[in-house]
């Protein structure tokens, strides 16, 4: 989400505030923290020993946001933070690289650059629990935000402190709560509602960086992919106080209003459509029916045909799209609009570059009847995007593979990138769109691909909160446990680019930082225990395990021990050394 900024003094330039500090925003140095040990000293213990400061323009701000692994103490092991000073110490010397999400990941893509690095080193960190006096964890049937304790006008205030932070840190790694015994993680901490409030408004705040980076161990961290946080509202998350729910979806309602307005006005005006047309979806809001001069006067349209052809890609077309207006989108194909043209300049919102609208409308959770009538006004059922994935692989639900098992899209054999529907939707989607799609007799270990749908299902398990349940799914439909990936068996370009990361890994060895080449240089010969281990799920690992995956190497050698411990999740280890046993 935007582009990345080193200057501290332009993370908000002369732009109008959005949010307001009731309370002043404390921080702590990271050079003091990364002396620390042990369970987190609270806000009164940090203030008496003249180690908190209050923040000012120019400061580099750092906004940890994490979930709370205990009921009245944020991280009583200390483990959590643990992983924090570790991560920070890699960042600063160089020796971790953060980069984007694996699906927007390139060649080109952008990490933090050594300024910033330097920056991290000399900056600060909010952490609610040193931050905020007198910080407990909400009680169910207690709100604060009538009253006027520090504490209170400190929590209210929270959208301002991250508003004015240059960097936002999701602390995730795989833990477990000291009291509930229940798994806290990337899915967890997504789930919980104040923490997608703290999300939103740093994602849309009108800052040139709004990217968010996910610490999931002390060696692995990357930027989230912008569809996660849209698939995410705040009104539909976790609270523990019910009536903070109001309160929150009132914060995110500001903030989209705010971001809508400040593209308006200082563009790109494609993003601007863009966030206009999810309006009504993100905040939970009735859509708003227009006739077609009002729709194309509302998104700044000349006429119908206008953006066709444009660099940015927001057509009226994708306008229609993504506000679910199926009523406008027969109306402007009827005034022309092309229903098969190439979406442009959406990348970093998460519709990539010769995407169709078919495609947009699946991957965004449409409703089967957009879907449907975008086929019946002739979408191409079985085109490609220019990463080889066809509609059927970006399937969510399963009322969208019925409708395209409708139109006849071939949802049996592998797409141009090597992979089949089945595999896209063990990776992202739910397990009722798995089950529809084992309904339709797909293969759960299908030839002649790169790896099959179980191995996708446990190297995405990290981001879907549903992987458990699609392995379980895939396991019970007969899919090998033990198949090991094949990328190098292929004769496409894609094969040729795993032939190259292997190369570059072994020729600059450790000197070579990039977390998605390094793990391209592994893939060969791995297995989906290995890559669960990978990604430090416990949970699938563990599925894994129990259903007979075996302790086998990949072609390099490494086996699923070595993988947990490379990439930082020792939690993992003791139940992979019961390999050797």
């Not at 080193?6 to 307001?20: I, T, Y």
């Not at 960190?125 to 006096?133: R, S």
């Not at 520090?150 to 000291?178: G, Q, R, T």
Request: charged share 20%.
């Amino acid at each position: 989400m935007g582009n990345q900024c080193c200057s501290s003094d332009a993370h908000a330039g002369n732009l109008q505030p959005v949010h307001e500090q009731f309370f002043p925003m404390y921080l702590l140095s990271v050079k003091d923290f990364l002396m620390m040990d042990g369970p987190p000293l609270p806000h009164q213990s940090l203030m008496q020993q003249g180690k908190l400061y209050a923040w000012h323009p120019g400061m580099f701000s750092i906004f940890v946001s994490h979930q709370w692994l205990g009921s009245k103490f944020p991280d009583p092991g200390g483990h959590q933070l643990a992983v924090l000073r570790r991560c920070l110490r890699h960042i600063i010397d160089g020796s971790l690289q953060v980069e984007e999400d694996l699906v927007s990941f390139s060649l080109t893509s952008k990490s933090l650059q050594p300024e910033t690095r330097k920056r991290v080193c000399d900056g600060y960190i909010f952490l609610d629990w040193f931050a905020i006096p007198q910080i407990t964890a909400r009680q169910e049937g207690t709100n604060e935000s009538g009253t006027g304790s520090d504490a209170a006008l400190a929590v209210k205030s929270i959208p301002a402190y991250v508003e004015v932070a240059d960097l936002f840190i999701a602390l995730v790694p795989e833990m477990m709560h000291s009291d509930t015994k229940l798994p806290c993680n990337y899915s967890s901490w997504l789930s919980r509602g104040w923490c997608r409030a703290e999300l939103w408004c740093h994602l849309l705040s009108n800052k040139p960086d709004t990217r968010v980076i996910l610490v999931f161990s002390d060696s692995e961290a990357e930027y989230m992919s912008p569809l996660n946080w849209q698939q995410n509202t705040i009104s539909e998350g976790d609270f523990t106080v019910e009536e903070d729910r109001a309160v929150v979806v009132k914060l995110g309602e500001a903030a989209v209003n705010s971001k809508i307005q400040h593209l308006s006005c200082h563009g790109p005006l494609s993003h601007c459509r863009f966030y206009m047309a999810q309006r009504p979806k993100l905040l939970g809001k009735e859509r708003i029916c227009f006739k077609l001069e009002e729709f194309l006067s509302h998104f700044r349209f000349k006429d119908a045909l206008e953006g066709f052809s444009a660099a940015e890609g927001m057509t009226p077309l994708l306008c229609a799209v993504f506000a679910e207006d199926v009523e406008m989108v027969r109306v402007l194909v009827r005034n022309r609009a092309d229903v098969n043209a190439r979406l442009h300049g959406l990348s970093d919102l998460g519709y990539f570059e010769g995407q169709t609208p078919l495609m947009a409308a699946a991957k965004s959770y449409q409703k089967a009847e957009m879907l449907s009538t975008l086929l019946e006004l002739r979408a191409e059922v079985n085109a490609h995007s220019s990463a080889g994935i066809n509609v059927a692989f970006l399937a969510r639900t399963p009322e969208q593979v019925q409708v395209l098992l409708n139109f006849r899209a071939d949802v049996h054999q592998p797409c141009h990138n090597g992979l089949t529907p089945l595999t896209g939707a063990a990776s992202f989607a739910k397990p009722d769109t798995v089950k529809a799609l084992l309904a339709a007799r797909c293969d759960p270990n299908p030839s002649s691909v790169f790896y099959t749908p179980i191995f996708s299902a446990a190297w995405f398990s990290i981001v879907n909160k549903h992987a458990a349940e699609n392995m379980r799914l895939l396991i019970q439909h007969r899919a090998d446990v033990n198949l090991p990936a094949s990328p190098l068996a292929n004769g496409q370009l894609s094969a040729i680019l795993f032939r190259a990361a292997r190369a570059y890994v072994e020729i600059l060895g450790e000197k070579f930082r990039s977390k998605h080449l390094i793990f391209a240089a592994h893939m060969s010969g791995m297995t989906p225990i290995s890559v669960a281990a990978m990604v430090g799920n416990e949970e699938v690992t563990k599925i894994l395990w129990e259903a007979g995956a075996e302790n086998l190497p990949n072609d390099r050698g490494y086996l699923p021990e070595d993988m947990a411990a490379s990439y930082g999740h020792h939690h993992l280890v003791p139940m992979l050394s019961t390999f050797h046993t």
